[in-house]
């Protein structure tokens, strides 16, 4: 019977202090990367302010809160009427526009939501002056009265088009006065970047609406 040939005790001795050794330096190295990592800024804080229109924890003040709040609500109004146009519309150049308020206010809201809960703020404020949604007549700020909305409701075409038009060029002319007043009042980067945003863009959206009010 062939004798099992054994490694040395004191060979093994050093086989398992340089495995030890090996491990030591590893883990040394993955502490040392750890510590330069966190040192690192992969796109957190104020970096990803200016890239991706989050205003994180930056500096804000009233004037901000106030401008997301309000802005939250008459986007979403915004966005009900350019849904109404969909299957009520006959204006191609007016689906156009209705398109384009989707596009552009639907992730709008969603960004301002997230502003307000990295500021604790609410995202949902109720009764705010000049929100009224069930009234007899429009508001100061452009929103529609629930009696506006219906009578939007209630029309096809051409008769549809012309209210349409109407409608959303006093609710963007609203909205314009809101934003600014956020460029003039608020301090957060991001929000009033948004701010000339809206107005650079509602202002266009305005002077097409009216062009279109001319030819119908």
């Not at 060979?11 to 040392?32: D, F, I, K, N, P």
């Not at 924890?57 to 915004?78: G, K, L, N, R, Y």
């Not at 009265?145 to 219906?150: I, L, P, R, V, Y």
Request: glycine share 10%.
């Amino acid at each position: 019977m062939t004798a099992l040939t054994r490694t040395p005790r004191r060979t093994r001795l050093r086989r398992a202090a340089a495995t030890a050794s090996v491990v030591a330096v590893g883990a040394l190295l993955l502490t040392a990367c750890g510590d330069d990592m966190d040192g690192m800024d992969h796109g957190s804080g104020k970096s990803s302010t200016s890239a991706s229109g989050d205003a994180g924890s930056a500096d804000f003040d009233d004037a901000d809160v106030t401008f997301a709040q309000m802005m939250i609500p008459h986007h979403e109004q915004a966005l009900e009427m350019a849904e109404l146009a969909d299957d009520r519309a006959s204006d191609a150049e007016l689906k156009d526009i209705a398109e384009q308020i989707e596009k552009a206010q639907d992730p709008e809201i969603e960004t301002m939501q997230g502003w307000l809960r990295s500021w604790d703020r609410p995202t949902a404020v109720e009764s705010m002056p000049g929100m009224d949604h069930g009234g007899n007549g429009g508001s100061a700020d452009g929103m529609m009265s629930g009696a506006d909305m219906q009578r939007l409701k209630n029309m096809k075409g051409t008769d549809f088009d012309k209210l349409f038009a109407q409608l959303m060029i006093e609710h963007h002319n609203g909205a314009i006065s809101m934003a600014e007043d956020e460029m003039k009042n608020g301090k957060n980067g991001a929000a009033v970047k948004m701010a000339g945003d809206i107005v650079k863009s509602q202002t266009a959206e305005v002077e097409q609406l009216d062009d279109i009010l001319d030819r119908l």
